[in-house]
């Protein structure tokens, strides 16, 4: 069904994470199953990171949600780590051999390095999977009106979101953050889920990026300037608090240092969104009666979808499946030994799977909510 009325514009907001990006699947599939209508209740998909693959391929199925769903779960679970990364001991202890000579001569003859691994095998996938002219075809029958996908420009220093839509959408500027109209394929989301150290930085145009949580401080921001007025986001991380140790803890290595980095990209960023959404909401609820407000202050509801589990406890259970190559990889630069790093890389379809019915738990759980949002 076209989506014709615009009293109400909800967005799906689908933030990154790397393999723990395979939750919001099932949370999705979830969602198309809570909801009567086959096309999308979202004319405004967004997506960072690993979100940008999964925003990309929901997309293209606007104009029927559930298929999209189904597609993206037989996606990441069948994926292993070989598809998205290369795997190979020669191309592994190359790199690490790279590094090391690079970190000990000061790069005096030897380049530097540009990532540890090389996710050409992703590359591959995502041109095989996105349907670039579904998007467009989902955009012109009015089941979608917007498409975004955001990376963080390594020359400009700011996150700049490519938006594809309808044809009264226009691009916009603020301050380290841009909005571009653009034709999508799978060269944007290669730049969004450009993990720094981890992929290689992806070049669009003239300019390299990077992966889009890295500057992009406000993952809510998109859905915001296209005219969402309510939204449901899927995060992949719960709120429960870590416990203070109750003993000396070892000094941090650089795995726990990476992690810790990749949790501020991905979960800080949208909890400080999340928390000024909040106040902007109750400055529009105190607003005297018959004020006019200022041109864009609105009442926004949002709804937010996080895994009832640890997913570094889930990653632990299967770290044992990440390529010997692999682990030995991140052992040498001090980047392994915690769930929270294996969260991230292990793309292996047990994971996955795992990853995915707990997000259908989490979603079913969630329908009272999900249908009191989008009925209204």
Not at 30 to 52: C, H, M, N, V, Y
Not at 72 to 84: E, I, K, N, P, R
Not at 248 to 271: E, K, R, T, V, W
Not at 360 to 365: F, I, N, R
């Amino acid at each position: 069904m076209a989506l014709t009325e615009r009293d109400a514009m909800p967005a799906l907001v689908l933030p990154g994470g790397g393999a723990r990006g395979a939750y919001q699947v099932g949370v999705m599939q979830a969602i198309g199953e809570i909801l009567p209508d086959q096309s999308t209740p979202f004319p405004i998909i967004s997506g960072i990171s690993a979100g940008a693959i999964n925003a990309g391929v929901m997309a293209s199925y606007a104009d029927s949600f559930p298929i999209g769903a189904q597609r993206l779960a037989h996606f990441w679970g069948g994926l292993s780590c070989d598809q998205v990364y290369r795997t190979g001991w020669v191309h592994n202890l190359s790199t690490g051999l790279h590094w090391l000579a690079s970190m000990t001569l000061g790069g005096l003859g030897v380049a530097n390095p540009r990532a540890l691994f090389d996710n050409a095998p992703l590359a591959r996938l995502l041109e095989r999977e996105l349907r670039p002219e579904a998007i467009a075809r989902c955009i012109q029958s009015g089941a979608l009106r917007a498409l975004t996908i955001t990376a963080s420009g390594y020359s400009t220093n700011r996150a700049v979101t490519f938006v594809q839509g309808s044809g009264d959408i226009s691009g916009w500027e603020a301050p380290r953050r841009i909005g571009r109209p653009t034709r999508i394929d799978h060269n944007h989301l290669l730049a969004s889920t450009a993990l720094p150290l981890f992929f290689p930085a992806r070049r669009i145009g003239n300019e390299y990026y990077g992966d889009g949580g890295m500057r992009h401080t406000s993952p809510l921001g998109p859905a915001v300037k296209l005219g969402a007025d309510k939204m449901i986001v899927i995060g992949t991380r719960d709120e429960v608090q870590d416990p203070e140790p109750t003993t000396p803890q070892a000094y941090p290595g650089l795995g726990d240092i990476g992690s810790y980095l990749l949790d501020i990209i991905f979960m800080d960023h949208l909890n400080a969104d999340l928390d000024h959404l909040e106040r902007t909401n109750r400055i529009v609820d105190a607003w005297p009666a018959g004020d006019v407000r200022p041109e864009g202050l609105r009442q926004i509801e949002t709804l937010v979808i996080r895994p009832s589990e640890d997913l570094r406890a889930v990653a632990e259970r299967h770290a044992h499946r990440i390529p010997a190559s692999v682990k030995t990889l991140l052992r040498g630069i001090g980047a392994w030994g915690s769930g929270r790093m294996a969260s991230f890389v292990l793309f292996e379809a047990e994971f996955c799977r795992e990853l995915m019915a707990l997000g259908y738990q989490d979603g079913l759980a969630a329908e009272p909510n999900v249908q009191a949002l989008l009925a209204r």
